[in-house]
């Protein structure tokens, strides 16, 4: 869904949820959000990542045949119990296979035990389009808005967006995604260089290395001036909606 946000409410913080999370929000000077929630307190102008994932529930799950229209998906989970929710409105994907390529988001689902068996319920209206095999092999993530973390120097999520403002603990909060924002440097910019999330600096951006650097998420280019290290610099960010 996608919300206008009043100019000043893209900074507001609740401890009660009022939209989707994932919701798309827009302003009139033409920034836009996505609507979060944050695991732990983060400053203002810093990156956020999705929340890691899991490497027992994220790649090559045992899965059993599932037909044509079948509305649940079992999988064996690795050695890592799940609590009930834990990935509702997440997704499962087929990662190998019959019916590899297939996405679907995962509804409310109760709490499994560890190597335990989940029959994850997807929501798609028409459920399984390609039938899944005893072959085929599965992958669970949790949905990449909530619980949102400062990004890392390493990569181990993709960029949900970055802090318009302080953000409490368990907060729901717009993350920006694009237009103008203030962000934390980690090296000196010069106007319209593209900056790239910091491999040194945890919630920062840095000027992009396109000399193969093997993680390479760039989030806009420099809009302002040249500012220096640590400073807080203008940029137009261009992450996808």
Known sequence: MQVRINLGNEKKQTVNQEHNLGDIGYTQDGRWFRYCFSDGAITAGKLVQQVPNIAAHDNDLVTAAAAIGATTITVTLGATAIVKDEY???????????????????????????SGSFAVPIVDEDGVRTALTATSECGLMKNPWKDVVVAPTTHTGALAGATPVDVSDNRYFWA??????????????????????????????????????????????????????????????????
């Open 88 to 114: 509702k409105d997440g997704y499962l994907y087929v990662n190998d296979g019959p019916g590899e390529g297939q996405m679907f988001i995962i509804g409310a689902h109760p709490a499994v035990a560890a």
């Open 176 to 241: 920006q995604r694009g237009g103008l924002a203030a962000l934390l440097l980690d090296g000196t910019t010069v106007i319209g260089q593209q900056v790239a999330r910091s491999d040194a600096v945890a919630g920062a951006v840095e000027p992009a290395d396109f000399a193969g650097t093997a993680e390479l998420e760039l989030v806009g280019h420099v809009a302002l001036i040249a500012n220096a290290n640590t400073d807080y610099g203008l940029i137009m960010m261009a992450l996808s909606p």
